[in-house]
């Protein structure tokens, strides 16, 4: 009980004061009309002793005489009688200070807010800061907030617009959410698209189901679809490329028209263009070539230099392991025009072992030099000799180099046999005398 009184002594304070500072002002000048809604007793002034009054006892629930009895003279006042007070603060109960209203009607007709002139309310819609009433005739469920917001539509249903410019060209697409100045601006008929972020996806037009989050994300695209761009300047220069997910500041930055790329980690895959099917993960993790397919660079600063080819790590990289061995589809339905290797000890004998240090970090190793090797068995040899910067160095798959010494050591064993055979034959000989 002491709470309420407590909490009714606040809103009278509060109460009492907002109506004579009203008091005051109407001292100097005429009752403005934005004010005239807290003239309770219709007397011509708003008073915080009398109007105040009313609106206080209302709140608690008096009506009738108890409501005005003591406050205003009913005896001799004909034009402000307890039922008519009574049904006028009723009335207003839904209004809010300075007479706000929504003067829309069942029919779907506009109204007016605040008295703006920007506002319109039809067809379960509303746009507040524009009236795009001279466009619009069949539009429903949509949402415009913001000067030029949802400006042009005409058809499309179901689109929320919330910012400067937000969905200001759109006219058919339909359940588009824009949220930020310019967000979708440019924006006709694409549909299910979704932007968060100053200008993200502002030139497209018909591009279709994408989502971009960020600053300037997914800017450039027109036609793209099922784009998902979540970070600053993410897709940036997409235009009509489908496909693509870039998670992270910068991520596929300079893509075009490439297709179905994935890149996660700021600046990843940004040298990529018109390249399809790439994957990038980690910082700055990319394609030395702007049109590579189904290449996929996998750590910081990673870098694939051919398609159809996996980088793991940049060059600080010293090991790479796993709990349990890589395996290699070996499957004998999976091959054709199978035959006995070509290669053998006569290979083997060739080949080059040798001792060596990486510039980079003066890590002793041991192999082969891919230059060396490419002469004799080409098929363990991958990559090119071109720009360093670009990663176009050779390599050396080891593996492949086992059915070799295999091979090898098979041969080998034939001779050693043999030789077993013939020093066998000279005992026998030399035993019969």
Partial sequence: MLFLLNRSLKYLVVTMLSLCMTSISYAETDRADDISILDIDADGDVDALTDGLLLLRSMFGLTDDALATGVVDLANCTECDATGIDSYISTIKGATYGGLTSATDSSGGTGSIGELSDVLMEDNSIYIGNNPSATTDAAQYNVGIGATALESITTGDNNTAIGHDALSDNTEGYWNTASGNFALGLNTTGFRNTASGYAALYLNITGERNTATGTLALYSNTAGTDNTATGSVALYENTTGYGNAATGAGALYYNDTGIYNTATGVNALLANTTGTHNTAIGYAADVASEDLTNATAIGSGASVSESNKIRLGDSNVVVIEGQVAFSASSDRRLKKDITNTKYGLQTILKL??????????????????????????????????????????????????????????????????????????????????
């Fill in 352 to 433: 080059v072992p040798v001792d060596y240090k990486l510039k980079l970090n003066d890590l002793s190793q041991v192999g082969f030099i891919a230059q060396d090797l490419r002469p004799l068995v080409p098929e363990a040899v991958t990559g090119f000799e071109g720009d360093l910067d670009k990663g176009e160095t050779m390599g050396v798959t080891y593996t492949t180099l086992i059915p070799v010494l295999t091979k090898a050591i098979q041969e080998q064993q034939a001779l050693i046999k043999q030789l077993q055979k013939d020093m066998e034959s000279l005992k026998q000989k030399v035993a019969k005398g």
